[in-house]
């Protein structure tokens, strides 16, 4: 597909410098469809009106070329209740792409028995916080601790440990100095997060290393990604299915050896490019983050600018790790992660607005919508 030929960009050009409201039919021209692209250039609609489906395109990717997003079926839910042929039909055409929401992910978390104990809801190891970086591991852990898992413990620089027990003394903190010393503790831990301010020194790789020898369950984030990218721990054909990697842009560009421009360009390629090459499930952060698995893809239109702040990510791979703990599949557990985080920013906006919003801004709320 060409990017849009110069009479229909001089077009587009006039249209976007005009000022005014601008309603886009089924897709803003000059926006591919399929992945969301510019191609070349496209309109930046007030408002987006799709025509029988949501397209891909408008959820993930060039979002703000959408505007506010709205759906006209001409019918289709109409011709499906009256038309039973049409709706057999139907259900043998396989979607593109499911959008996933809080509401219909929470039935992945079932109710606690009355005589549960911490046992029955695992034990999260965060594994992180290098020298100057403790705060990634702080934040990774309580969330991990308030989406509900049993027993959360930090694995980190000794300079940390007092700083995450001053912060939340129910978390049990270890000062490790070195990778031996790591093996030592991995055998209680069910769900292991790798990442959040792990660094890349010596220290860094020799706890990735040890993690990803225990074959468990596990949440690779941030600087574990930039390691994994590199191929000095871990192969990089080294496919796994109790996995989550949760990149932003930057560290899916470098694991798939590819550009920022390229992985935003199609998101949905990326993400299931990155999955096919590692497997388990790859969640791709951003506008419209799209979540990858051996089942397909999916998005979650959920969030908003205020998240561009530092520890968002951090937060989300300690609720993904607190799920899977609890007994989640590493895929319903990243879908529902995923929503809750994006939502819990938008009712944060609610109480204080974009900027200046917090990641640990978004914990009390993440627990009240895991709570319904």
């Known amino acids: 597909m060409g990017d ?16 005014l409201p601008v309603l886009a039919l089924d897709v803003p021209s000059g926006l591919c469809a399929d992945s969301g692209a510019v191609l070349g250039s496209a309109v930046v609609a007030t408002a987006t009106l799709s025509f029988v489906a949501i397209k891909p395109g408008l959820v993930s990717g060039a979002v703000n070329h959408v505007g506010e997003l709205y759906l006209e079926d001409l019918g289709l839910q109409r011709l499906r209740q009256v038309n039973e042929g049409f709706e057999q039909a139907l259900s043998v055409v396989k979607p593109a792409l499911k959008r996933v ?69 129910e978390l049990m903190a270890v000062g490790v100095p070195s990778g ?112 990858a698995s051996d089942q397909g893809l999916m998005v979650a239109c959920v969030g908003n600018p205020g998240m561009a ?3 968002m990510g951090d937060v989300l791979a300690g609720v993904i790790g607190g799920l899977m703990a609890q007994g989640l599949s590493p895929l319903n557990a990243s879908t529902l992660a995923v929503c809750v985080h994006g939502d819990a920013a938008d009712l944060a906006v609610l109480d204080g607005g974009e900027r200046g919003m917090l990641a640990s801004d978004l914990i009390p709320y993440m627990r009240e919508l895991l709570n319904p």
């Open 4 to 19: 849009v030929r110069a009479p229909s960009a001089a077009a587009i050009a006039f249209v976007n410098r005009s000022g």
């Open 101 to 169: 929401t809080t509401n219909g992910e929470l039935e992945a978390l079932q109710p606690r028995d009355a005589s549960a104990h911490k046992g029955d809801f695992g034990h999260v190891m965060v594994i992180g916080g290098g020298a100057g970086f403790g705060g990634a591991v702080i934040l990774a852990a309580e969330a991990a601790a308030r989406s509900g898992s049993g027993l959360v413990s930090v694995a980190t620089d000794p300079l940390h440990v007092v700083a995450v027990l001053a912060r939340r003394p």
């Open 180 to 291: 031996q010393e790591l093996e030592l503790l991995l055998e209680r831990p069910s769900v292991l997060v790798v990442g959040p301010g792990l660094g890349r020194s010596p220290w860094a790789e020799q706890m990735l290393q040890q993690a990803a020898a225990t074959q468990k369950p596990m949440v690779l984030d941030a600087d574990a990604l930039n390691i994994l990218a590199a191929g000095r721990v871990l192969a990089k054909s080294g496919k796994r299915a109790n996995w989550v990697l949760t990149p932003h842009p930057g560290e899916a560009a470098r694991l798939l050896n590819s550009t920022v421009d390229a992985v935003q360009r199609d998101r949905y390629s990326a993400a299931r490019n990155l999955q096919a090459i590692y497997g388990g499930v790859v969640v791709l952060k951003g506008a419209g983050t799209v979540i």
């Open 309 to 311: 702040s530092g520890g």
